[in-house]
C-alpha cells in the first residue's frame, strides 16, 4: 500500500478559487486544437499580471489547466488510497434509507442512522459505530461515507478487519512492499477510518492485540473512525467495550466519543436450513455463465436479452418485486439466481427458497421438540433483506399453504422489500387462481412488481392463460370427455 503522502502530495485540497491577483491565470483556460493550453503554451506556468513593486513579480504560478489537472489527479489519487475498490457504487443517493426490514421499528432505527451518518460525512468528528445482523445495510452506509469524504476531498480508508489483519501478516515477509510498521501507522493514522466487520476476525491474542492498539491509539487522538460490526457489542472485552461506546455500561465518568446505532437483529439466515444459494450448481448460475445463444426462435433470443437485461438492472437496483415466467424451468432458475448471487456479491444475504421445500420446513418444524423453530423459519424467511421463491405453483396448493405464503409476501409488500418470484404461470394465470384475491393485490400493481418473460410463450399458452378459469376448466373438459 502507498505511503498517504506519496498518494496525496499535498495534504491540503486544492482550491478552486484563484486570488483577485492572479487576474492572468484566471481564464476559462481556451483549448488550442491540438488540446495545448493557449494561456501556457503547454508549458503549464503563467506570469501574474503584477505591478512592477510587488514581491512575486515576476514569479510563475501554475496554469489553470494544471490546476484542473491536478485536482482530477488528487480525486484519482483519494480513491487508490481509501481501497474501496467496488464499493464506490455504494452511495447515499442509491441506499435506501429506511432499510430492509418489514418492521416500521427497524425502518425509523435505520432512516435516523442514515441521517447521522450523512452529517458525519459532512463533518466528520467522533465515531460512528453501526451494529446489526449481516445483510442488513452497515456496510454500504460505511462505504457511503467514506465515498462522500472522499467527494470532498477528505481522504477516508476502507479496510475489511480479517483483510487487514492478513495483510499486517504479510508485511511481516522480507519480499513485502511495504514494511509492517508503515502499514500499521497508515491504518492508525488514516484521516478517516473505516473499519468493516469488527468482530470476524479470528480470536488470537495477536489479532486482537493489533486491533486494540489500533482502536485505543484513533480513541485516545479522537480521529474520525466508523466501525461496522455484526456481534452485539456485550461480547466484546471490556477495553474495546468502553471505547466502542457500549451504552449498557452506564459509567458516568466514561469519556464516549462514539455514537452507536442497533439496526435491525435477525437470526443467523443459517437457521433457515432450506438457502438454496449454498448448493454449487445455484452458485455457479451468474449472468456470465447465462447463455444467450440458447435460444428456439428470434422472438425467442429477443425476450431472452430483454428478461438478461431486465435481471441485471434488477440485481443492480432492486425496487419492488419482479415475477421470472416462462416454460424452460433453467432459464427462469438461472436468472434468479444470477441476481441472488450478484446482490451476494455485493455484501447482502439473500435468502433463495424452493416453495415446496419452505413449506415443507415449516410443517416439520410444527413437530419439532425445537423450541421457536417454526417462528424463526418464518421470520428469517419474511424479514430477510433480499427473497427468492422459486417455483411458486399456485394452483395446487392447499388452504394451509395459500394462507402461509400470503402471511410470508404480505409482510414485504407492505416493507416494499425487493422479492423476486419465478412460476411457469403468467401473472394473469397466478392472480385468477382461487382463493389468491390478496396475494392478486401485491403482484398487480405494475409500479411495484414487473412481469418478465423468459423466452418465448406460445400464442396458444398465453390464450389460455389469459382466459378466465371457467372458460379454461370448459376448455379442459371439451378437450378430455372423459374427465366428466
Not at 491540503?12 to 487576474?23: C, D, G
Not at 513579480?57 to 491536478?70: H, K, T, Y
Not at 421445500?357 to 421470520?379: E, H, T, V, W
Request: aromatic share 6%; with cysteine; proline share 7%.
Amino acid at each position: 500500500m502507498p505511503k498517504l503522502n506519496e498518494l496525496l502530495g499535498d495534504p491540503q485540497p486544492e482550491r478552486s478559487a484563484v486570488p483577485p491577483e492572479y487576474a492572468a491565470a484566471r481564464p476559462d483556460v481556451p483549448q488550442k486544437d491540438d488540446g495545448v493550453c493557449e494561456r501556457c503554451g503547454g508549458f503549464g506556468f503563467v506570469r501574474r499580471d503584477l505591478p512592477a513593486d510587488h514581491a512575486d513579480f515576476g514569479r510563475a504560478v501554475p496554469c489553470d489547466c494544471q490546476r484542473a489537472e491536478r485536482h482530477v489527479d488528487r480525486a484519482e489519487r483519494l480513491q487508490r488510497y481509501s481501497n474501496l475498490g467496488p464499493l464506490t457504487r455504494l452511495t447515499f443517493e442509491n441506499l435506501i434509507r429506511r432499510g430492509r426490514s418489514a418492521d416500521p421499528r427497524d425502518q425509523a432505527r435505520f432512516n435516523r442512522c442514515v441521517d447521522e451518518a450523512e452529517a458525519f460525512a459532512q463533518d466528520p468528528q467522533g465515531w460512528l459505530v453501526l451494529a446489526g445482523a449481516s445483510g442488513c445495510g452497515k456496510t454500504h452506509i460505511a462505504a457511503a461515507v467514506a465515498n462522500r469524504c472522499i467527494e470532498r476531498g477528505l481522504p477516508a480508508l476502507f479496510v475489511v478487519v480479517p483483510d487487514l489483519l492478513d495483510h499486517l501478516r504479510a508485511a511481516y515477509r522480507p519480499d513485502s512492499e511495504i514494511s509492517y510498521d508503515e502499514l500499521f501507522e497508515q491504518v492508525r493514522s488514516a484521516p478517516v477510518l473505516v473499519l468493516d466487520d469488527l468482530g470476524t476476525q479470528s480470536a488470537t491474542p495477536w489479532a486482537q492485540e493489533k486491533l486494540f492498539q489500533i482502536i485505543n491509539h484513533r480513541y485516545n487522538a479522537r480521529l474520525p473512525t466508523v466501525v461496522t460490526t455484526n456481534t452485539a457489542l456485550r461480547k466484546f472485552d471490556d477495553r474495546l467495550r468502553t471505547r466502542l461506546g457500549d451504552p449498557s455500561l452506564s459509567q458516568p465518568h466514561a469519556d464516549l466519543i462514539a455514537n452507536v446505532h442497533h439496526l435491525e437483529e435477525r437470526r443467523p439466515l443459517e437457521d433457515l436450513g432450506v438457502n438454496m444459494l449454498q448448493l454449487p450448481m445455484v452458485r455457479d448460475m451468474t449472468f456470465e455463465s447465462f447463455d444467450l445463444a440458447d435460444y428456439r426462435s428470434p422472438r425467442d433470443q429477443q425476450q431472452r436479452e430483454q428478461a438478461y437485461r431486465a435481471a441485471m438492472n434488477f440485481a443492480d437496483q432492486p425496487d419492488g418485486w419482479m415475477v421470472l415466467f416462462g416454460g424452460r424451468a433453467r432459464d427462469r432458475t438461472h436468472l434468479a439466481a444470477a441476481i441472488a448471487n450478484r446482490r451476494h456479491a455485493s455484501g447482502e444475504q439473500p435468502v433463495f427458497v424452493q416453495v415446496t421445500d419452505f413449506l415443507d420446513s415449516l410443517r416439520s418444524a410444527l413437530n419439532d421438540d425445537s423450541p421457536g423453530k417454526y417462528d424463526r423459519i418464518k421470520r428469517n424467511t419474511r424479514d430477510c433483506p433480499f427473497l427468492i421463491l422459486e417455483d411458486l405453483e399456485i394452483g395446487s396448493r392447499s388452504d394451509w399453504a395459500q394462507e402461509r405464503l400470503t402471511q410470508l409476501l404480505n409482510p414485504r409488500c407492505l416493507g416494499r422489500l425487493p422479492t423476486v418470484i419465478t412460476t411457469p404461470h403468467t401473472l394473469t394465470r397466478l392472480v385468477t387462481d382461487p382463493g389468491w384475491e390478496r396475494l392478486a393485490r401485491l403482484l398487480t400493481d405494475p409500479k411495484f412488481c414487473s412481469e418478465i418473460g423468459v423466452g418465448e410463450i406460445s400464442d396458444a399458452e398465453q390464450a389460455v392463460a389469459k382466459a378466465p378459469r371457467r372458460a379454461r376448466s370448459q376448455a379442459k373438459t371439451q378437450a378430455n370427455p372423459k374427465s366428466r
